[in-house]
């Protein structure tokens, strides 16, 4: 049976033109209200915000900001209308306070030079702004304590706690979502004109006749992520969010695999959902359904904000310089997860020229039939040990290397990171795996501890191409590119 797999480059957000962090936007819009007040003490902090920053939280409706209320009660005022007892202009807030009640909005405002402005900025730490919390009748309070006395003197929401504010934190969770998501594509094109993802013809051009032939339906596949404890909190919440809005707005409902501790948070969201155990365990359930169901198993990280193709020239030389000019001249579609997964699977069965025996990194990849399985002995690094496993029953895999990934990892608490620990016991447990069971295969990476450089052998024979910065279990600067693995004598060929 033809077996195949396949991958993407995995980048941190760092290695796009500004890196994006949770209060990028949020910045920008405080930076704008700052430029348009009037006050010259405030407005050059307007430089701060990035163009493409500026731009988005712009596009962004009242309705989709998270201190919109959750639920608008009858008769209350409009957030177009909010404004203090002074008459000054509200606007609704981008971020959201955890304890704030469904029926609260949330809103910023630009404080006056006096004596009690400059003592309230002192207070608040937020020079020339102030965040205020609106009440359903327009009613609006710099302070909590204060603002849960109106509350309870009005007979709505009582005490101001996380439970009371759950609500507010789920919309804010999809509603910065949504913000990332534009903002990320915004910098990743470097100012061109085009919102969202490019479509997938823009894509799907660059194959060949033969390829095209082979372009399967989005019906064929069957979408996995494999998530665990991130739907309850931030920042989980806020990952995963993008990545279901992303599968969403390519036509595709996704399953979710889960350990069962897990399972409720994430059906809470409204996730279609499986229980699959832990981290191997998951995957291999995900390999199973889909073998099940005849179709492409496409497994995906929980937190991937963007999938990014570039398209150009090839470097003529490997040096530093020449591969980062042919980067920055390369054309970059950003494309949805479906489309990417649809056009490596049409080039592993066409036979598309790959590089074919690296490293696969676990985060996006695409198996088209076969009967590898991870190896659940292994809590961390699977994805070395499933990509041997495949190089062995096939003699190759194959590696979308133009195929690029904005991830998180190291940084993100929650899924297989859980399973790392700070003396790195985990880590070397896992290696001292991998070296029993593929001896010569892996060597310490010099560059990082704990971390290991992975180079196939055939024949005795080094293959092509090692990946110095290749790290299997998310590094940000890693490769992913996607198993594709075919019959050992297609592979000879």
């Known amino acids: 049976m033809v077996k195949t797999v396949k991958k993407a480059k995995a980048t941190h957000s760092s290695q796009t033109k500004q890196r994006i962090r949770k209060g990028t936007l949020r910045s920008a819009f405080v930076a704008s209200l700052k430029a348009e007040s009037g006050r010259p003490d405030i407005a050059a902090d307007r430089k701060f915000a990035s163009k493409g920053a500026r731009k988005t939280f712009r596009s962004v409706p009242n309705r989709e900001r998270a201190g919109y209320p959750v639920k608008r009660l009858k008769g209350s005022v409009a957030p177009e209308d909010w ?40 207070d608040h730490g937020s020079r020339g702004v102030l965040t205020c919390f609106v009440a359903p009748d327009g009613k609006n309070f710099f302070h909590k304590h204060l603002s849960e006395e109106h509350s309870a003197k009005m007979g709505w929401t009582k005490k101001f706690t996380p439970e009371a504010g759950k609500n507010g934190q789920i919309q804010l969770a999809k509603a910065q979502a949504m913000q990332a998501l534009r903002l990320m594509r915004e910098e990743l094109r470097e100012g061109q004109e085009v919102e969202g993802v490019d479509k997938d013809s823009s894509l799907f051009r660059l194959l060949s006749a033969k390829e095209r032939r082979a372009l399967p339906d989005k ?39 889960v350990d069962a501790e897990s399972a409720k948070d994430y059906r809470a969201l409204g996730f279609r959902v499986k229980v699959g155990g832990k981290l191997t365990e998951s995957r291999n359930r995900a390999l199973q359904d889909a073998k099940r169901l005849g179709k492409v198993c496409v497994q995906l990280s929980d937190d991937i904000s963007g999938w990014v193709y570039m398209d150009g020239p090839q470097a003529k030389v490997r040096t530093d310089d020449a591969c980062n000019a042919a980067h920055s001249a390369a054309r970059r579609i950003v494309c949805s997860p479906v489309a990417a997964a649809r056009f490596m699977l049409a080039k592993m069965r066409s036979g598309a020229p790959f590089v074919d025996k690296n490293f696969i990194l676990g985060d996006f990849f695409v198996v088209d039939g076969g009967d590898v399985k991870f190896d659940p002995k292994m809590t961390l690094k699977e994805d070395y040990d499933f990509t041997c496993s495949h190089l062995k029953a096939y003699g190759c895999v194959l590696r979308c290397q133009r195929m690029t990934l904005c991830v998180k990892h190291y940084s993100n608490a929650g899924g297989a990171c859980s399973n790392r620990d700070k003396k790195g016991l985990e880590e070397k447990r896992n290696i001292a795996i991998l070296n029993e069971k593929w001896p010569g295969v892996f060597r310490p990476n010099p560059k990082r501890n704990n971390e290991v450089i992975m180079r196939w052998k055939t024949n005795g024979v080094a293959a092509e191409g090692e990946d110095e910065e290749a790290d299997g279990d998310g590094d940000p600067g890693g490769d992913a590119s996607g198993f594709g693995a075919r019959p050992r004598k297609r592979a000879r060929k």
């Open 83 to 122: 404004v203090t007892n002074s008459g000054d202009k509200i606007h609704v807030d981008l971020s959201r306070a955890h304890w704030l009640p469904d029926e609260w909005g949330q809103g910023v405002k630009i404080t006056h030079m006096g004596a009690a402005a400059r003592r309230a900025e002192k």
């Open 219 to 257: 019906s064929e596949l069957h979408f996995c992520v494999v998530s665990a404890r991130r739907a309850s909190s931030f920042p989980g919440l806020g990952d995963v969010f993008v990545v279901q809005r992303q599968l969403q707005e390519a036509g595709v409902d996704p399953t979710w695999y």
